[in-house]
């Protein structure tokens, strides 16, 4: 009951975080799409084995965390959540390449620890810049931004759809577990039968909001479109936000920045 209400604050949150008005709220989604896309191109485009480029590259998600005034631990607490993910993917790498790499005293660094240092950086860096597009964006202008670039629109709508109506099927949930609450005390008879009882019921609750919802929707016209009354419209600072993140993208892809301030400090040091 806990968990599910705890699920029901957290989703509720994005949307109350991407409702602000902050400098990163006020650019225009297409640019913060183009310009987070870029971030991704360039995150993948590193060998597997480079881990010191991509530390430079951490800069452009914190801005938009700072920016869009995103807390920290929100994004902490989502990566830690989808995390095991990237934790599997890469979990026989160190078994598969037993090559040495590095070499630290008298520890020797394989290749495949190196490769899973790399995933989980990319990982990291990705999906903080994703979270923080979002947050600092909003699903709905997301969607919009998406179709105005050219997407398609059965899947912005899709998206679209997906997203809002979680909290409909959260809400079906959350009715379900608190009449079991009050039938049955505490955690009593909620053995696998009643469990799956109640996912079965909760199917087809669903399947039945999900038909009145469409018909309520085609009564009001809708046509498979979502059409809003603001438009999108680039200013100075929108190019300049776009035009300066992709100059530095650049710069730290064309140039090893950690390689040089680490060549630098080495040579001070002598």
Known sequence: MADIDSTMAEIGWLDRLS????????????????????????VLSYGKYQLAP??????YPA???????????????????????????????????????????SLEISGGWVSY???LIRFVLTVSATLALVAGTGIHNVCRGME?????????????????????????GVGMS?????????????????????????VLRTLDRAQRVHTAMCCRGFDGHVRTIETLRLGVRDVAFLTGWLGVLAMLRAFDLAGLLGAAATGAGR
């Open 19 to 42: 409702s602000r008005d902050t400098p990163l709220h006020r650019i225009d989604p297409r640019v913060k799409l183009l310009t987070t896309l870029a971030f991704i191109v360039v």
């Open 54 to 59: 991509l530390m430079p590259l951490a800069i």
């Open 63 to 105: 801005v938009l965390i700072a920016l869009g005034d995103v807390p920290l631990k929100f994004v902490v607490r989502k990566l830690l959540i989808v995390s095991p993910f990237a934790i599997f993917v890469g979990l026989f790498n160190p078994l598969l390449d037993r090559q040495t790499m590095l070499t630290i005293g």
């Open 117 to 119: 240092a790399s995933i």
């Open 148 to 172: 105005q670039l050219g997407v398609p629109s059965v899947f912005t709508v899709q998206v679209l759809m997906l997203y809002r109506y979680l909290f409909v099927l959260v809400n079906e």
């Open 178 to 202: 608190r009449a079991r609450a009050l039938r049955s005390v505490g955690n009593r008879g909620m053995g696998l039968r009643a469990c799956g009882a109640m996912l079965g019921s909760l």
